[in-house]
């Protein structure tokens, strides 16, 4: 095997989500603890003292407790390269979580073993679903009381319509929860330790040996975790071929907290997950074992470091090989390039890389000429792949610098964020970039946005929120524009690529606008790709 197809066939790029609160930045942190990423798994929430997750790297995010940006990680593991994408697990932040799906070729599902299926991991299954990528579910929070497992099962496969297979089985839970029965290897396996901030000791036991007892303390637990893993036994068998479609989600029990049963997943999962996956363009498929290098770019973000003013474009390699100063071709921008100072992630830790494969993720300096979902190349090799999705804003604010000698860093900075795809911008057609309208998905946003202006820009912003729930494009109108009979209920704007649009405050104001309007044809802005 050449060492390129060895490269490519050792990588695993895979996306984390969940819930808020599941457990899913902990889960992370842990997968860096035992891939010898870092000595010390730090708690994400808790005591003042205690340090914030290695992924969250944003301020905000250290001060809330919660991921908002998606964070891109690599380390080795037992000879496998491994690429998390980190998703932001705020309900607010489906927009960023969507697009660096686009990145995975597979996902892990972090489920609230108390909980179980929660509204956002709906919201996210579907995504996934749509794409057809393999989907791993694991359920966290066993050290807490939870739900009967077989119920969590069942509701996984009721609420997400996706078939299960339990990879093992907990040995209790809560105050109980000793450990896992590891199906493929037939044994048990108690953890012990008191610190989730090392790895957990293993001890290994056969199932039906008179130490379990011992270890249990009670004969009747012993005897219904035989009745439990016979149960199992009498099930479906794991199809390897339909874990690959998307079509049956292998469950892991866990608790990412103590560490007991992440190693157990962690070795079964990067047997199961498939290497770097064939990706869509339009020329046809392309191959991830291509030795031409092609890559699309799924993030932008800028001011990962304060003291470099910088921003990054993020890119998922899909075929072949990258190599530093080489030349490539940006599609959309018709220009040849050589990208002289690609990183590889640790959260904000980052180191210039030589080279890199497909399955991984880059970030390269952009000086602006980078937008979500453009397409880079080797010479030679024009071609594009699918776009990613935009979402229609479903909130609204009117913001301006409170300080009007600022009005040079508020146009950067409100431009800079919008590039990032984070918020979308709108202005009153025939004026000036002084107050614009922000539109966003999730209103948690206009928090981060206000923050960043605040720290990244010097800017402090003044923000009045805005009634308006619905925005339509204007396909065609009669007359001029500026003649709209509107009401208060709508309101004429324009994007930053010059289309004219409507806000509504509600969807019944969209007919009202229209009969009011004679020859008033609008059209919603679906999710759109590119």
């Not at 964070?71 to 960023?96: A, K, R, W």
């Not at 299960?164 to 000793?178: L, V």
Request: hydrophobic fraction near 40%.
């Amino acid at each position: 095997m050449s060492s390129l197809q060895e490269e490519i066939s050792r990588r695993r790029t895979f996306a984390i989500i969940s819930h808020p609160d599941a457990g899913k930045t902990t889960l992370t942190e842990k997968f860096l603890l035992y891939g010898g990423a870092i000595a010390q798994a730090g708690v994400v929430k808790g005591k003042k003292n205690s340090r914030a997750a290695t992924s969250d790297w944003m301020e905000i995010e250290k001060q809330r407790g919660i991921s908002v940006t998606s964070s891109v990680m690599q380390f080795q593991y037992e000879g496998f390269c491994i690429n998390i994408l980190d998703t932001p697990g705020h309900q607010d932040f489906s927009e960023d979580t969507y697009r660096t799906l686009m990145a995975a070729d597979s996902a892990v599902m972090v489920i609230d073993g108390a909980k179980g299926v929660e509204p956002q991991t709906r919201k996210l299954f579907k995504v996934c679903a749509m794409r057809h990528i393999p989907i791993f579910t694991f359920v966290n929070k066993m050290d807490r009381e939870t739900r009967d497992p077989f119920d969590l099962l069942d509701e996984l496969e009721r609420e997400l319509g996706i078939e299960t297979y339990a990879m093992n089985w907990p040995i209790g839970s809560g105050k109980d929860f000793q450990g896992v029965y590891d199906r493929g290897k037939s044994e048990l396996l108690f953890f012990s330790g008191v610190s989730g901030k090392n790895k957990a000791g293993t001890h290994a036991v056969d199932l039906y040996s008179p130490e379990v007892a011992q270890l249990l303390d009670s004969e009747a637990k012993h005897q219904q975790l035989i009745d439990d893993v016979e149960l199992l036994s009498a099930g479906r068998e794991l199809d390897l071929e339909e874990v690959r479609q998307g079509q049956l989600s292998p469950v892991f029990f866990g608790s990412a907290l103590t560490n007991f049963g992440i190693e157990p997943f962690l070795e079964s999962f990067l047997k199961l997950t498939p290497p770097p996956l064939a990706r869509v363009a339009d020329c046809g498929t392309i191959d991830p074992f291509s030795p031409d290098f092609s890559a699309f770019v799924f993030k932008i973000q800028a001011n990962m470091n304060k003291a470099h003013r910088d921003r990054l474009a993020f890119m998922r390699i899909c075929s072949g090989k990258f190599q530093r100063d080489a030349e490539y071709f940006h599609v959309q921008g018709n220009r040849k390039m050589r990208l002289s100072q690609p990183q590889q992630m640790m959260a904000a830790e980052r180191e210039i890389v030589e080279e890199a494969y497909a399955g991984d993720v880059i970030g390269v300096f952009d000086p602006g000429i980078f937008s979500i979902g453009d397409t880079i190349t080797v010479p030679g090799k024009k071609f594009s792949y699918s776009g990613i999705p935009t979402f229609a804003p479903e909130h609204f604010a009117r913001v301006s610098a409170k300080d009007s000698m600022k009005r040079k860093q508020f146009v950067k900075g409100t431009e800079q964020i919008a590039q990032e795809g984070a918020i979308q911008i709108f202005k009153v057609p025939n004026s000036g970039m002084e107050e614009v309208i922000v539109g966003v998905v999730g209103t948690l946003q206009f928090d981060v946005f206000q923050y960043r202006m605040k720290n990244e820009y010097g800017v402090d912003l003044r923000m009045e929120g805005l009634p308006y729930e619905e925005i339509r494009l204007i396909d065609s109108y009669p007359g001029d524009l500026t003649d709209l009979n509107l009401g208060s209920d709508a309101e004429l704007l324009e994007d930053y690529r010059g289309r004219n649009l409507l806000v509504f405050t509600s969807f019944w104001a969209i007919d009202f606008t229209c009969r009011r309007n004679p020859g008033l044809q609008v059209s919603e802005i679906v999710v759109s790709e590119g």
